[in-house]
T-cell receptor
């Protein structure tokens, strides 16, 4: 059940250029989206998030775009640096608040391995 | 910068043995999670914990699994009788008021 799909397993870009990582989702209840970066043998590191009330969120070199009608989001990294080389995971959640205070189960994509070449 | 810490970093155990994985979430966070990643597969949700009780669990989290917050700082995942297919990286995470989950570095469990 692939509710969150990252169709490109890998991406290679030159240092200084733009990296664009894509993510599609199928569950229309998702209303909060996050990007995580993961190095080998480490835990996922939070990068940037976006709520479904927005279509863009920017933080330094990282910008996330959300297209709700297409159920698509993308992460742009400009300019790309060799230290950005890692696996990038898209994650989504449906913020269903129940009696126990909320559920923040994240559904992850399979990840895209980004390589930034010097 | 505050971080989520996990111990052990790697545990090797025999099938059928009990394992406890430990986590110290970020101190002012109120929501706690366990996720796992089997080699080559997605990061999968196991369980969320809030106000000293489980708020949601996945179908993976059967009665062989349990979680506990024994002393107000630690958050543990126990697997009562490990199976070969429990071999994975187990990630603890916690969440504060901003909404993002912060993950620990993971505990690698190898079941022989």
């Amino acid at each position: 059940d692939q509710q969150v799909k990252q169709n490109s397993p890998s991406l290679s870009v030159q240092e200084g250029r733009i990296s664009i990582l894509n993510c599609d989702y199928t569950n229309s209840m998702f209303d909060y989206f996050l990007w995580y970066k993961k190095y080998p043998a480490e835990g996922p590191t939070f990068l940037i998030s976006i709520s479904s009330i927005k279509d863009k969120n920017e933080d330094g070199r990282f910008t996330v775009f959300l297209n709700k009608s297409a159920k698509h989001l993308s992460l742009h990294i400009v300019p790309s640096q060799p230290g950005d080389s890692a696996v990038y995971f898209c994650a989504a959640s449906a913020r269903i608040w129940g009696a126990q205070g909320g559920s923040e189960k994240l559904v992850f994509g399979k990840g895209t391995k980004l390589t930034v070449n010097p | 910068e505050p971080e989520v810490t996990q111990t052990p970093s790697h545990q090797v155990t025999q099938m059928g043995q009990e394992v406890i994985l430990r986590c110290v979430p970020i101190s002012n966070h109120l929501y706690f999670y366990w996720y796992r990643q089997i080699l080559g597969q997605k990061v999968e949700f196991l369980v969320s914990f809030y106000n000293n009780e489980i708020s949601e669990k996945s179908e993976i989290f059967d009665d062989q699994f349990s979680v506990e917050r024994p002393d107000g700082s630690n958050f543990t995942l126990k697997i009562r009788s490990t199976k070969l297919e429990d071999s994975a990286m187990y990630f603890c995470a916690s969440k504060g008021v901003t909404g993002e989950l912060f993950f620990g570095e993971g505990s690698r469990l190898t079941v022989l």
